[in-house]
C-alpha cells in the first residue's frame, strides 16, 4: 500500500506534544526504580463491582534508600494493569500527607476509609513495601492481564512494581505468588543492562539462564534472554543483512530462547506485546542466515501484533526498516503505519502515558521514537519529515536529560539527512547507513537508557 508524502502525521506529532507538554507527571521517569525481589501481588474483582488489592515486595536494594513520606512530602500511587493492549486501573493519586506515621522499620499509611482510591493500608521501610486497597474507592481490575504495574512515588522518588508470572490470571482474580530468588535477580540484571545501569551484559544473561534452568515453565526468563540476545546483536551488527559472527551467534541464541518462550507466554491471552517482540528477534535471524520461511515467519508475527493493537505493537514492524528496500512492501507498510494508522491512534495517547510517553519503562520513549521516525523518512527519501522528527528527538531530549552522545548523533544525522537519503536511493545497497548509528549502543538504547 502506498501513501503520500505529507500526510496528517506531522498534526498528529504536534497533537502528541501538546499533550505530552500538558500532563502532569510526578516526576522524570528516568528516576524510577524497579522492584524485584520477594514480590506478590493479588487482585480481586467481584460481581457486585468490588475488589481489592494487595501488593508486596521485600527487602529490595531500592529500599535501602527510604525517603520520609511525611509532610511536607508528596506520595502518590497508581495501581494499574495491561489489559488488552491498554494501560487500565484508577489514576494516580496523591495521599494525604497528615495519615502517615513514623515506625520502628519505617513508615505507615493508615486510612480505614480509603478516602485516596480505597488504600487503606501501606508499610514502607528497608525492609519492604506493602500496599493494600479495598472498595469502595478502589478501582477494580479484572484479568486476565498482560501485567501488573505499580508506581509508589515520594515527591521525585519513584518506585515501580511489574508483575509477569500468575498462577491465577481471570475476571475474579489475578495472583502472581511471591517470585524466586534466582527470577528476580535475572530480570532486575535484565533491567540493570537496558537502562544502561550495568555494561556487563554476561552477568545477566547468566542471571537469566539460572533462571529458566531452575524452572523449565519460566518463559519470562527465556523472553528477556532472547531480548538481550537482540540488544547484543544491534550492537555488533549494523546492517542484519552482514552480520558478523559474534552477530549470529546472538541472533541464534535469541531465536532459540524465543522460540521456547512462545508457547508458555502466549495462548491467545496474556501480554499482546510478546509476539511481535519474538517475531522482530525470529525475523532477523531469517535475515541474518539468509532463511526466507525464518525471515517470513517472523514478519508475519510482526504484522499479526500489528494489526491486533496499532498503539504499542505498530511499532515493530519498523525492525523491517534497517532491511527492507524503500519500494518494497514491507516498507510501504511501515509507511502506511507512519502516516495513516498513527494519526488515527494518537488521540488515546492522553490516557496512555506509559505506552506514548516517558511514563513507563522506556525513560525516552519519546526522544527515541522521533529519532527511529526520522531514520525511516530518510531511507523514504522524505528529507523534510525526516529532519522534523530528528530536530524533535533532539529537542525533547535536550528537556528531558537524553544522553549528551545520543543528542549530538541525532542533530548530526539531521544535519547528514539528505547526503543519508540519496546513498538509500541509489541502486548499491552495500553503501546503506545503518539505523540511527548511535555508536554500536543497539537500537533498544535510545528509548531505554536512562
Known amino acids: 500500500m502506498r501513501v503520500k508524502a505529507g500526510s496528517s502525521w506531522t498534526k498528529a506529532v504536534v497533537a502528541v506534544l501538546v499533550v505530552a507538554a500538558t500532563w502532569t507527571w510526578g516526576a522524570p521517569a528516568h528516576g524510577f526504580e524497579l522492584l524485584q525481589r520477594d514480590k506478590e501481588v493479588r487482585l480481586t474483582a467481584a460481581p457486585d463491582g468490588g475488589g481489592s488489592a494487595r501488593i508486596r515486595v521485600g527487602a529490595d536494594r531500592a529500599l535501602r534508600d527510604v525517603r520520609d513520606p511525611r509532610c511536607p512530602a508528596v506520595t502518590r500511587v497508581r495501581i494499574s494493569a495491561y489489559v488488552d493492549y491498554r494501560f487500565t486501573g484508577a489514576p494516580e493519586v496523591e495521599l494525604p500527607c497528615a495519615r502517615w506515621q513514623a515506625t520502628p522499620s519505617g513508615y505507615v ?144 541464541a535469541g531465536a532459540a530462547a524465543h522460540e521456547r518462550a512462545l508457547p508458555l507466554l502466549w495462548d491467545g491471552t496474556g501480554d499482546g506485546r510478546v509476539p511481535g517482540f519474538i517475531g522482530a528477534v525470529i525475523y532477523k535471524k531469517g535475515v541474518a542466515f539468509g532463511e526466507a520461511d525464518v525471515e517470513e515467519r517472523g514478519r508475519r508475527l510482526m504484522n499479526e501484533a500489528a494489526e491486533a493493537d496499532a498503539l504499542f505493537n505498530g511499532f515493530i514492524p519498523f525492525g523491517f526498516g534497517p532491511i527492507a528496500p524503500p519500494d518494497s512492501e514491507g516498507y510501504a507498510t511501515i509507511l502506511h503505519l507512519l502516516d495513516v494508522v498513527f494519526p488515527t491512534v494518537a488521540g488515546e495517547c492522553g490516557t496512555q502515558p506509559e505506552i506514548c510517553f516517558n511514563d513507563g519503562l522506556a525513560p525516552h520513549n519519546l526522544e527515541g521514537s522521533f529519532a527511529l521516525f526520522g531514520d525511516l523518512y530518510t531511507k523514504a527519501g522524505r528529507v523534510a519529515d525526516a529532519v522534523r522528527n530528528y530536530e524533535l528527538a533532539a529537542n525533547l531530549g535536550e528537556s528531558n536529560g537524553w544522553t549528551p552522545a545520543f543528542l549530538a548523533n541525532v542533530r548530526r544525522l539531521a544535519a547528514e539527512a539528505p547526503a543519508r537519503a540519496a546513498l538509500y536511493a541509489d541502486d548499491d545497497p552495500t553503501n546503506d547507513p545503518p539505523f540511527t548509528d548511535f555508536g554500536g549502543v543497539g537500537n533498544c538504547a535510545y528509548c531505554h537508557n536512562r
Open 109 to 252: 499509611y493508615d486510612d480505614p476509609d480509603g478516602t485516596a482510591a480505597g488504600i487503606r493500608r501501606i508499610a514502607y521501610g528497608r525492609d519492604g513495601l506493602t500496599i493494600e486497597a479495598r472498595s469502595p474507592g478502589y478501582t477494580p481490575i479484572s484479568g486476565p492481564v498482560g501485567f501488573v504495574h505499580v508506581r509508589f512515588a515520594i515527591d521525585d522518588r519513584q518506585l515501580f512494581v511489574r508483575f509477569h508470572r500468575f498462577s491465577r490470571n481471570d475476571a475474579e482474580e489475578v495472583v502472581s505468588p511471591r517470585a524466586s530468588r534466582v527470577a528476580a535477580d535475572g530480570e532486575q540484571a535484565f533491567w540493570d543492562v537496558l537502562l544502561g545501569d550495568e555494561r556487563d551484559s554476561d552477568r545477566a544473561l547468566r542471571a537469566l539462564a539460572r533462571a529458566a534452568s531452575s524452572n523449565p515453565r519460566d518463559g519470562r526468563s527465556l523472553f528477556l534472554t532472547g531480548m538481550l540476545r537482540l540488544y547484543r546483536f544491534e550492537r555488533v551488527t549494523p546492517d542484519p543483512r552482514n552480520p558478523t559472527a559474534a552477530g549470529k551467534r546472538e541472533i541464534l
